[in-house]
């Protein structure tokens, strides 16, 4: 009897502590095949946070900063083909707004907003 009561609650505590525990080291931005493509379609992360795609569709797409599409803009970020099950980690970005979509669908597009950790001290 005691030594049931213990390990019930030892368990308890193991799985209140666990979404607190699990929560990944970084933004994560799942691909579908439907709209809105990239779910968050719109995420806002803190500058130097990692973001990553993953692609659990059974197409390849590509994670491609506008300005990476015309001439004389910066190229953020430009993943390259990201296969079906993989995905694309970006280590982290300076503040501002990326636009970015498909390049091979261009209908797929999503948007990131890096916000600037200094100017949030109550985060800290
Ligand atoms: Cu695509």
Redesign the pocket.
């Known amino acids: 009897m005691k030594t049931w009561m213990i390990i019930t609650v030892l368990s308890l505590g193991f799985f209140t502590a666990w979404p607190t525990t699990a929560t990944p080291p970084y933004t994560a931005i799942i ?1 579908d095949s439907g709209s809105p ?1 990239f779910v968050p379609k719109s995420a806002t992360v803190f500058s130097g946070a990692p973001i990553r795609w993953d692609n659990p569709t059974a ?4 994670i491609t900063h506008m300005g990476c599409l015309e001439d004389g803009n910066a190229c953020a970020f430009d993943s390259g083909i990201v296969r079906p099950n993989d995905s694309f980690t970006l280590p982290g970005l300076a503040p501002g707004r990326y636009p970015y979509l ?4 261009p209908i ?1 597009h999503g948007i990131i907003t890096v916000t600037d950790v200094a100017s949030f001290p109550s985060q800290l």
């Open positions: 691909i493509y197409t390849e797409h590509t498909c390049r091979i669908h797929m």
